[in-house]
């Protein structure tokens, strides 16, 4: 399949973006990355800004479409969860440092950011809570709390996981599963 100018450039960008600095990488570095002249770039991309905003974009859409919307087709609110855990891990392993560039995104771009986060606390609150319901456990941990854990403890996991250590991403999938449903002690305990 043929990737089109806009993705190379999107690709390139995201390449450049980690490599020399947003701030250090021009135009010029660009176009000469994709083949192009710097003033050709301007016809797919309005600012460096821009292009930048296009890639948090394009990388939140193949996270709703890979992992959110499939996830949320499934019943079983257990499943739902390990589903999100392992498909999620897995999206964060690959896009790895690529994650580091919505940091350097301008400020008037952070509300849909906020929005497309609160979305998916949203999608793991109300699982959790439905999940918390079919085992009698409302009481037992807020889905809010266990939400903002869950999602922060995966989306966060590139940053330290070492691919060639002792666990292959599969295996560090089935422990953030296993710590998760049933607490670092190996059952379900509550705390005093």
Same mark, same amino acid.
């Given at each position: 399949m043929r990737t089109s100018k806009r993705e190379r450039l999107l690709e390139e960008g995201a390449k450049l973006f980690l490599k020399k600095g947003y701030d250090r990488t021009t135009m010029k570095d660009l176009g000469k990355a994709v083949g192009v002249q710097a003033a050709a770039i301007y016809y797919h991309f309005k600012s460096k800004n821009d292009l930048l905003e296009q890639i948090d974009?394009?990388? &939140?859409? *193949?996270?709703?479409?890979?992992?959110l919307d499939p996830? #949320?087709?499934?019943? +079983?609110?257990?499943e739902r969860i390990k589903f999100f855990i392992r498909n999620r891990l897995t999206?964060?392993?690959?896009?790895?440092?690529?994650?580091?560039l919505v940091e350097s995104i301008s400020p008037r771009n952070v509300k849909s950011r906020k929005d497309r986060d609160?979305?998916?606390i949203h &999608?793991? *609150?109300?699982?959790?809570?439905?999940?918390?319901?079919? #085992?009698?456990?409302? +009481?037992?941990?807020?889905p809010t709390v266990a939400a903002f854990?869950?999602?922060?403890v995966v989306?966060?996991?590139?940053?330290?996981?070492?691919?060639k250590g002792p666990l292959n991403s599969t295996q560090l999938a089935?422990?953030?599963?296993?710590?998760?449903?049933?607490?670092?002690p190996g059952e379900l305990t509550t705390a005093r």
């Amino acid at each position: 399949m043929r990737t089109s100018k806009r993705e190379r450039l999107l690709e390139e960008g995201a390449k450049l973006f980690l490599k020399k600095g947003y701030d250090r990488t021009t135009m010029k570095d660009l176009g000469k990355a994709v083949g192009v002249q710097a003033a050709a770039i301007y016809y797919h991309f309005k600012s460096k800004n821009d292009l930048l905003e296009q890639i948090d974009e394009e990388s &939140f859409r *193949r996270f709703r479409e890979t992992i959110l919307d499939p996830a #949320r087709e499934i019943k +079983d609110p257990e499943e739902r969860i390990k589903f999100f855990i392992r498909n999620r891990l897995t999206y964060q392993l690959e896009l790895g440092k690529k994650a580091l560039l919505v940091e350097s995104i301008s400020p008037r771009n952070v509300k849909s950011r906020k929005d497309r986060d609160r979305d998916v606390i949203h &999608f793991l *609150r109300d699982t959790l809570r439905e999940l918390a319901q079919s #085992r009698g456990l409302e +009481d037992f941990v807020n889905p809010t709390v266990a939400a903002f854990s869950l999602h922060y403890v995966v989306s966060q996991t590139y940053k330290w996981y070492k691919p060639k250590g002792p666990l292959n991403s599969t295996q560090l999938a089935d422990q953030i599963i296993r710590l998760f449903f049933l607490g670092f002690p190996g059952e379900l305990t509550t705390a005093r």
